[in-house]
């Protein structure tokens, strides 16, 4: 047990101390774990939020830094892949002394809610923001009958 104050302060100096020393080998140690980094160890996937209006799902995903080339959708019935590659981007003759933002491929697919007419499908692509729009299939749609 503490007998002093000043036992107390030594051990909070000392912890600090600790504190200070690996926050100069890791300098992310005291950050919170979350998923800052979208091409990282969250297996390469990004962030996606789906959104449905009754007769659509609205999609958007996160995929900054590729061109539309390398970006890739798939549907079938309620299955929606979406998959791509971002390439080195150093300059041709370039020798590269850092890079943080290396070559990643990535594919997230998931299951639906219900079917999608893949002929009607939309997709765009802005401010790395890939936007779908996937209308419902016919025999998904919820229909309301009267009764006579």
Known sequence: MFRRLGDMDSLFGNINLLRDRLNSLYSDYDRPLAYDDIWGTEESMPRISLYEDGNNFEIMAEVPGLPKEDIHVKIQGNYLEISGTRKSDAPKGYRILKSERGSV?????????????SSKVSASLKNGILYLTLPRAESSKVKTITVN
Do not use: K
Request: glycine share 0%.
């Open 105 to 117: 491929s990535f594919s997230r697919s998931m299951t639906l809610p219900a079917d999608v007419d």
